[in-house]
């Protein structure tokens, strides 16, 4: 096959540990044909190699050197030859600096046996463990088509992997323990796909969900990365998050962080997050801040269990649209831990909730505020404080197919809302509908 397209077939067999190695004779994606420590001028775009294993460079993962610039001159080799796999053995290997990744390059472990970690002094705490080239650049122009694979991230003085300014990233089989913010970090990106994601906790400071999504605002003073000398800051342009996806994952964070997914500073369009599993968070299991814009979010297949509260899309009276939640469930059972509403939604213009169980003793089930045109069907809410399902204020929405139980009030609607519902089921309520000063009535199906 063509150069190009043999690259591109490399890359695809990366995330899977696929061995394409043309002339390999071991089966050991990891070996190499000799001994000698190589250069890093080695690598020219004529030699034929698409793939190289950092132990041939001398690069050691013994928990005791400090290779992170060995590792950022040998991927800064590899992208100017045009991109290509970078294999890190078994080891534990310590990144001083950030290394940067490079446009076509994929960097691929051992699994867990693999391990990534950043020493920090007291200045440098919360820098990028790993990020990429042109994460200073307008826009989406930093690094594209680059991937990391098959790696554990125990890093308690780093933030970790963060995208920058990228088009088409691909994070996959991500294994998160001890961390300083975030394992993943998606700042002013485009096209980041995480596949295959764990966390045993989140990070060790104020902002601590495993994983965030994220904007650089002007003027914002986070988000470093360490070049070895100094922290330069991921270019503060207002660039939004777009089209990128979180699914196949399990966070199940001991230390008890805020959030375990955290949209943060918006705007934020085409998110999807599906397929997994939240729980051990003190706030909520997936949150985004109050007042950012919000256009086409959909979660789905996804279980919030024994966390304060399940799903948290902070108050903002408008400016976001699309929102379809499906086959989520949201559970905690102990009194203690939960808090507040197991499910709340805010400011969307157009938004459909299908196959939704909320159940637990949150003060309400559900709570709706300044959103039209909402669609909820096969809905059960049981146990809360108060209410099942209360639209706030400032509501349009339809409810049929469900069911509330175990609370004082079934439906409410609040100043501003309009409701229409049928095929209400409820046990053991003190109230199907509430007297509020909203409009409620019945479905009729036409």
Known sequence: MPPSSHRRALLAAAASGTTLLAGCSSLNPFADESTDVRSIDDITEDDGRTAWNVAAFGIEGDGETEV??????????????????????????????????????????????TVFEGPRTDDEVGNALLSNRGYDEPGYG?????????????????????????DGVRLENVHGDRIYHHHVDVVSSTG????????????ESDSDAPVQFDTQPEGTAWNGVLDGEATSLVADNDTPTTRCRLRYFEIDAANEPDHGVHLHRGPFESIAISDGSVSG????????????????????????????????????????????????????????????SGLYVAGFDGATITNLRVEGPFQNSIIVDDTDALTMTS???????????????????????????????GIFSGPGSTVTYGGVTVENVGTQVADGPGDVRPWTAS
């Open 68 to 113: 992170g610039q060995d590792v950022h001159d040998l991927l800064a080799r590899v992208a100017e030859v045009g991109g290509g796999v970078v294999r890190f053995p078994p080891g534990r290997y310590l990144f001083e600096r950030t290394p940067l990744i490079g446009d076509d390059t994929a960097i691929v472990g051992a699994g867990r046996a």
């Open 281 to 340: 968070c003190e706030y909520t299991a997936i949150r985004a801040d109050p007042d950012e814009p919000i256009s086409d979010l959909r979660i789905a297949n996804v279980s919030c269990i024994d966390n304060a509260r399940g799903i948290t899309l902070g108050h903002v009276e408008d400016g976001r649209r699309g929102l379809a939640i499906d086959a989520v469930t949201i559970r905690t059972d102990a009194k203690d831990v939960a808090g507040g």
């Open 192 to 203: 980041v796909t995480i596949d295959g994601f764990r966390a045993t906790r989140g990070g």
């Open 379 to 409: 809905i059960t809410a049981s146990g809360a404080d108060d209410q099942a399902v209360r639209f706030r204020e400032n509501v349009d929405a339809t409810l049929t197919a469900a069911t509330a139980a175990d609370c004082d009030v």
């Open 142 to 166: 930093g690094a594209s088509n680059w991937r990391v694979a098959n790696v554990r991230l125990d890093s308690p003085r780093s933030n970790g992997i963060v995208p920058a300014h990228a």
